[in-house]
């Protein structure tokens, strides 16, 4: 059953995607992130997106597990810094060991550290391969656009925003 899904949305649209019967599931967003439209455009024009990455080329498909966070800014298109990932900083700092068990089970807080980390950090949109109920409701509360991208190149999806184009 396909539905409607709120907030996955790339930049203005409505999220459509696969719905589980209780309601939960992941979806894509449709539309262009506008640059001069953009709900969370900056008075200064500009907008800073991030990146969830294991190689600073492709999206992750965890944003708890993944190495690292790539910070692009824009209309530019600009790398502006790619960083640890503060997840996999408390996984070694804390010598947890990560079980193959359902992301939620794993108690890392992902949900909640990592919007509040994007936040400080000034993000206005967080590009991921697909997000969980949680982290995406934090982000949504905290003013940041959650965006599932159709590509999972991050130097192609840079290119389609700077073209305010489909992501």
Known sequence: M??????????????????LRDGSGQGRGRGAIKLNQQKNLKKDNKM?????TNNGKTVAKHIGLAKKIAFYQFPEGELIEIIENP?????K???IVIEKDNEG??????????????????????IT??????????????????VVPESHN???IV?????????
Do not use: C, S, W
């Open 159 to 167: 290119q389609k925003i700077k073209q305010n184009q489909e992501v």
């Open 87 to 91: 997840i996999m900083e408390k996984i």
């Open 129 to 146: 391969y697909a997000f969980g109920k949680g982290v995406k409701d934090n982000l949504l509360k905290l003013g940041i656009t959650p």
């Open 154 to 156: 991050i130097e192609e």
């Open 93 to 95: 700092d804390k010598n």
């Open 48 to 52: 800073k997106v991030a990146f969830v």
């Open 2 to 19: 396909f539905g409607k899904r709120n907030g996955l949305g790339r930049g203005e649209g409505r999220g459509h995607g696969m719905r």
């Open 105 to 126: 089970n794993r108690r890392l807080h992902v949900g909640t550290e990592i919007p509040r980390f994007l936040k400080i950090k000034g993000v206005d949109i967080f």
